[in-house]
Structure formats: structure tokens, C-alpha cells
């Protein structure tokens, strides 16, 4: 069973199906250049974060998400530069993503309104020799490997204070491969995601603020998603929190501002869906890195 029902992943990742295919984080509140470009030079300083997601523990062919993003301000901050790679695998299935995002901020009152744009593309991978043939003489893994760039494109809104954001994007606005011509499509296809979240920062003690936040998604003909976060923060050092994903799992994070420069974080998935029997949860790390004479000189902890 195990192995039947990963060979409908990879046929769900590889094909035209109107379903998630965008990588899921659950520390997106620190990762969220990677589904938003206008984030792109919303911080004083260069910054950069990498995190890798091993989804479904002890269950074969699993997603297993890595993520790299680097942005910082350009231009006295009137600008951002970024740049994002994301290695998703799941069986035989892999992709690869690469873009580059600018951001324009500018300042409205006691915030920042962000209006971002990137380009790019997502490399699709099928290693067919590792699928697992029943049938005799199936000639699946005759062509071995099969492998296709798909260019794209995205844009995102992002308005930010010191201790409130909300952001609506589209990480990539092509849906399909553009040297297709015909209705039928028998290759990688993508398909669009609508991301919108939200979070503000209450507490007015350094030695004790809580910051819930809200992260909507939707694709076409899928029911709309959501994340319900809420993380505790103790004296500008240590962050513990709880999230709920709708329909698939409670969450619980960690994260630890080591010095004025490095950051950790971590979070555990307790699935709530029928794989809970195949898999002992999810773990997502985290670690970022911040680089510049802005970066502040004692501990403060990233909000977001």
C-alpha cells in the first residue's frame, strides 16, 4: 500500500492536476521570500535563511523540500534584490526552482508598502528507473530519465511596520508549458497559487511578546487552506509557538536567536491525516544568517 500510494504522488506531481504543488512550509513567517517577492529588501541589512523540510518521517518517497533565499535593500532601501532556490523531491518526481525578485518599498505613513516582482524558471525531473514495475515487459523506465524547464514569472503585494505585516502574491503566474500547443498536455504543467498571510506583534515588555499570524492558500478547483499560528517570545532570545494546518496537521516550533546574527529554528508536524499510521511526523529546520553594519548589535528577535 505504502508503495502504491507513492507512485500516485509522483503521477500527481508530474502531471496537469489542479492540486498543491508548491512546496508547504511551516516556518513560513521566517521564510517568506519564498512565496512572496515583494519581502525582497524589506530588512535594513543583507539577510539570508535556508531551511530543509523532511515531510511524513519513515514513510518511502516522501517529500523532502531544501529552500535558499538571500535578499537585502539596494538604493538607501527605496529597492530589494533577491534571489530563491527550492529542491522539492518526492519519489521519482523532482523539481527545481530558481528566481530572481525586486521589490520597490515605499513609504506610506508609519509603514512600508512593497510591490514586488520575479523571474525564473522550475527545472521538472522524472527518474523513471526508479520506479518499481509490475506488469511484464512495461516499458516505463525505457526512456529513462525525463526532464523539462518551464520559464516563469511572479508578483506579490507586501505592507510592513515593525510589528505588523500582511502580504498577497502569486509566486508564478504561468500555469502552462509555453511551447505547448495543444489542449491536451502530457507534460510538467503548473498550476497557480494565491498566498495571502498576515501577522502582528502584541506586547509592549521586551521579556515577553506573542505574535499570531494567519497564511491562506488557494488553488483553482481545491478547497481553500489555512495556517493559524501563534508564537510566544521570552527575552529577545527564545520563541516557542503552535500552528494549526486545516485538514492536515498541528505544529509546533522553536526558535532560538542565538546571537545578533544567527538565528535557528525548528518545527515538528503531527500529522491528523490516515499517512499518521505510516509516519512518525515532519521536521522542518532552519537556520539564517544576517550580514551588514545594520544588522542590531544585541539580540533582537525576527519577528518575521
Known amino acids: 500500500m505504502k508503495k502504491i500510494f507513492v507512485f500516485l504522488l509522483a503521477v500527481a506531481a508530474a502531471t496537469n492536476l489542479s492540486a498543491q504543488q508548491n512546496p508547504q512550509y511551516s516556518q513560513y513567517m521566517f521564510n517568506m521570500l519564498a512565496v512572496n517577492p515583494a519581502y525582497a529588501g524589506s530588512k535594513d541589512y543583507l539577510t539570508t535563511a535556508a531551511l530543509y523540510r523532511q515531510q511524513w518521517s519513515d514513510f518511502e518517497g516522501a517529500p523532502q523540500t531544501a529552500t535558499f533565499s538571500i535578499h537585502g535593500p539596494i538604493s538607501a532601501g527605496k529597492m530589494g534584490l533577491g534571489f530563491t532556490f527550492i529542491s522539492d523531491k518526492i519519489g521519482p518526481v523532482s523539481r527545481m526552482d530558481f528566481f530572481g525578485?525586486?521589490?520597490?518599498?515605499?513609504?506610506?505613513?508609519?509603514?512600508?508598502?512593497?510591490?514586488?516582482?520575479?523571474?525564473g524558471g522550475v527545472q521538472y525531473t522524472a527518474t523513471l528507473a526508479d520506479l518499481r514495475t509490475f506488469d511484464v515487459g512495461d516499458n516505463v523506465q525505457a526512456n529513462g530519465n525525463e526532464?523539462?524547464?518551464l520559464p516563469n514569472a511572479g508578483a506579490g503585494l507586501y505592507y510592513y511596520t515593525p510589528k505588523f505585516y500582511a502580504g498577497l502574491s502569486v509566486p508564478q503566474l504561468l500555469s502552462?508549458?509555453?511551447k505547448s500547443t495543444s489542449d491536451v498536455k502530457t507534460g510538467p504543467s503548473n498550476t497557480m497559487h494565491y498566498f495571502f498571510n498576515t501577522g502582528i506583534v502584541l506586547g509592549s515588555s521586551d521579556n515577553f511578546k506573542i505574535k499570531p499570524s494567519v497564511m491562506l492558500k488557494y488553488v483553482q478547483n481545491v478547497p481553500m487552506t489555512y495556517d493559524i499560528n501563534a508564537n510566544l517570545f521570552f527575552g529577545k532570545v527564545v520563541g516557542v509557538g503552535v500552528?494549526?494546518?486545516?485538514?492536515?496537521?498541528i505544529v509546533g516550533l522553536l526558535s532560538l536567536q542565538l546571537t545578533p546574527?544567527?538565528?535557528?529554528?525548528?518545527?515538528y508536524?503531527?500529522?491528523q491525516t490516515d499517512i499518521a499510521d505510516y509516519s512518525s511526523g515532519t521536521h522542518e529546520v532552519m537556520l539564517g544568517y544576517d550580514f551588514g553594519h545594520a544588522v542590531p548589535k544585541v539580540r533582537v528577535p525576527r519577528y518575521f
Do not use: M, N
Open 269 to 271: 508536524d503531527l500529522t
Open 101 to 119: 525578485s525586486y521589490a520597490f518599498h515605499l513609504e506610506t505613513g508609519s509603514g512600508v508598502f512593497a510591490l514586488g516582482i520575479q523571474g
Open 243 to 249: 500552528s494549526y494546518r486545516s485538514e492536515d496537521a
Open 147 to 149: 526532464s523539462e524547464f
Open 261 to 267: 546574527q544567527l538565528r535557528f529554528g525548528y518545527s
Open 176 to 178: 502552462d508549458d509555453p
